[in-house]
């Protein structure tokens, strides 16, 4: 990755999400609209941890700046965002209360923050393992009419512009645009750092700010959430090569996708 | 009565993908209270197959013909719909790379709620409710809709075409607006002939190869489907650097629905599964009979890839060529 020319401070801003871990079984809780929380280990969103990472290498290369890690939603946020101080993070932004069904309303919230921070770049993850709205950074951009990429597989920086690449169907789409920008982070932009020992001590002693905040209208409702069907246990139709004529078989007149 | 736009997508001059579902589904809103359909494409040149969405559902086709429009330009299409969209009660796209970039960009402009990735519509008095996989396909949630909203439709969710319209055409003034983002190309990759996330059938390889050479052996397979398959991977392999991360099905990859999914090698972990399994036959070849991807399985052969692959290959060439 390029970076911003040395010693040119960067800010940059991180909005972070904290989901159930990826492992984690989905129950449906009893009103019916929502999922049980209890049992659940909750995690920094997956594609959070590529915006970090990608924050985190800008800011080293430019030698100097602030990397600032936001999350909207209730307390226990705060856990994540000391998961991001740990991996290196400068300071935090807990925008306190609680988000919306609705992406715009979340969107604003985070637009609010953004405008008055002075920020060179806004990363977001994809989307959220959670929700799968994956809306929250490119409304935030339009909001603010700020040049947006999003699913970003690479990015570089110089003189005030990001050249990215993001994946399309049959390809690989390349854009540019000047700074300051928001794009959204997909796999395949960095590996991301896990938070040393070190990190995690000195997480505890970086500045987390708590602003109070509160999403406006709403115009998405959540009527229901269940779960999906099982799919029909189906069949072992035999073992090694032996087995190829009974599957060929199934899937010519059974299955009737040959 | 409720007109709806559907803003199509296309490359090179030519439509891309989802357009058929997009109007289904926007043909489904506006019937239920004798709205339009109106299709919208923005191009640098003539589109083919424009002439073809009247008999896919669509009403009217306007087209925003200009050379800002050569590559995909998020800004300028925002501008062109957020100067029409007074006169719709909602707008859809399909819900591909760019669908999924553009529509929350619109939902934002337009002042409206966005509905991602939905695999079914439906209108309830002045408000739509979606249904969309979440939690990686974990639940699906049913989300009513207000205002003016903006819904991305899974491709592959309204296959079929509905009744044929007249399709009138007519050309729509380019708008003004800031270029703030510039696409300045596609670089199509140099092997990958059909897309993982396109393909009829994907033929998809976990650490159950050993070696990144033995792709050839899926390679094998796929190529016996005749151009309609494509290579697929688990995460494991995408992250020890045997195929590029573009082939990679699952929760931190791609969502696919293809008609035929073969699982080789991969022992199906829940983020794998969480990519694949609206699949709509599942086949698993693998050397373990507990492994958990037999449980999603329609079909599955228990043995070594090696063996087994081979022989498939074979026997797929045998009858393609009947
Ligand atoms: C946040 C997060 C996101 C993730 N996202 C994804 C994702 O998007 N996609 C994804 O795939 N994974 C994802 N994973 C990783 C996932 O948890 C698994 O680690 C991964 O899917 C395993 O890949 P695999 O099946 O190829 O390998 P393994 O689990 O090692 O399975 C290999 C299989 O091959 C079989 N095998 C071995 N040799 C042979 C042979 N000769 N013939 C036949 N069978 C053989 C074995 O029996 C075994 O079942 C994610 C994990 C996390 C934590
Ligand atoms: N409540 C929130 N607080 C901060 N950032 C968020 C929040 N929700 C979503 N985001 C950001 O937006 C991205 C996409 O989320 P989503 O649009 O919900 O899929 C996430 O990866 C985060 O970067």
Redesign the interface.
């Known amino acids: 990755m390029d970076n911003f020319k040395r010693n040119k401070s960067v800010k940059i801003c991180i909005p972070i999400r904290r989901v159930p871990d990826t492992t984690a079984k989905v129950t449906i809780a009893a009103d019916g609209s929502s999922v049980n929380e209890t049992g659940i280990k909750f995690v920094l969103n997956p594609y959070d941890e590529f915006a970090l990472e990608a924050g985190l290498a800008l800011r080293e290369g430019a030698g100097a700046g602030e990397v600032v890690a936001v999350a909207f939603g209730p307390d226990s946020v705060q856990e994540t965002l000391r998961t991001a101080l740990a991996m290196g993070a400068d300071s935090a932004v807990h925008l306190q209360g609680k988000p919306s069904a609705d992406g715009l309303a979340n969107a604003r919230v985070l637009a609010e923050h953004v405008k008055g921070g002075g920020y060179d770049l806004v990363l977001f993850g994809k989307l959220a393992v959670d929700d799968y709205n994956q809306q929250t950074g490119p409304m935030t951009a339009e909001l603010l009419g700020l040049p947006c990429a999003t699913a970003i597989s690479s990015l570089s920086v110089t003189g005030g512009v990001a050249t990215v690449e993001r994946e399309v169907e049959g390809g690989v789409e390349t854009a540019t645009c000047s700074l300051p920008a928001v794009f959204t982070c997909d796999k395949g932009l960095n590996t991301p750092r896990l938070p040393s020992l070190k990190g995690i001590m000195a997480a505890k002693k970086k500045p987390l700010e708590v602003v109070p905040v509160s999403a406006g209208e709403a115009m998405a409702r959540v009527v229901s959430l269940s779960l999906p069907p099982e799919r029909a246990a189906g069949v072992i139709v035999g073992e090694g090569a032996a087995a190829v004529p009974a599957l060929m078989e199934a899937l010519i007149s059974k299955a009737k996708v040959l | 009565m409720s007109s709806i736009l559907v803003v199509l997508e296309q490359r090179d001059g030519a439509l ?2 989802g357009a058929v579902d997009a109007i289904a589904a926007a043909r489904l809103i506006a019937d239920a209270s004798g709205g339009q359909v109106d299709a919208l494409v923005a191009s640098d040149r003539a589109v083919s197959g424009v002439d073809g969405l009247g008999t896919m559902g669509a009403d009217r086709v306007l087209s925003v013909t200009d050379a800002a429009f050569a ?2 330009n ?1 800004d300028g299409i ?1 501008a062109t719909v957020t100067d029409i969209a007074g006169q719709y009660s909602a707008v859809l796209v399909a819900a ?3 669908g ?2 553009l ?3 619109l ?3 337009i ?7 939905v695999t079914a519509v439906e209108p309830t008095g002045d408000k739509i ?1 979606v249904t ?16 003016t ?1 903006v819904i991305a439709v899974r491709p592959g969710t309204y296959p079929a075409a509905a009744a044929g319209k007249a399709g009138a055409q007519e050309a729509l003034a380019a708008p003004t607006f800031t270029r ?10 140099a092997k ?1 002939s059909v ?1 993982v ?2 393909a009829r ?1 994907i033929v998809a390889g976990g650490r159950g190869l050993g070696d990144p050479k033995h792709f050839a052996v899926l390679e094998d397979l796929a190529a016996a489907f005749g151009g309609e398959a494509a290579v697929g991977a688990s995460r494991a392999v995408v992250d020890a650097g045997w195929i590029e ?2 082939a ?1 099905v699952g ?3 791609k969502t696919v629905a293809p ?2 999914y073969f699982a080789i090698g991969v022992s199906g972990a ?2 794998h599964l ?1 990519g694949m ?1 609206t699949s ?4 698993a070849i693998n050397r373990d ?1 507990d492994a958990p991807i ?11 890839l090696f ?2 692959v ?3 290959a074979e ?2 060439r045998k ?2 060529a009947h």
Not at chain 2, 294 to 304: E, P, Q, S
């Open positions: 891309r993908k590559h995909y998020p925002v591909t790379a760019t999924k970039d529509a929350p960009r939902a934002a402009s002042g409206g709620p966005c509905g991602m990735d409710t969309r996989p979440i939690y990686a396909g974990k639940a699906l949630q049913v989300l009513e809709l207000s205002g909203p703030r983002l510039e696409v300045t190309g596609i670089r199509t990759s990958a897309d996330a396109e059938v991360h573009g990679q929760q931190t990859g008609e035929l829940i983020q969480a399994r709509k036959v599942i086949v009979k037999f449980k999603v399985a329609d079909y599955g052969i228990v043995g070594d063996e087994v081979p022989a498939l026997a797929v009858a393609k």
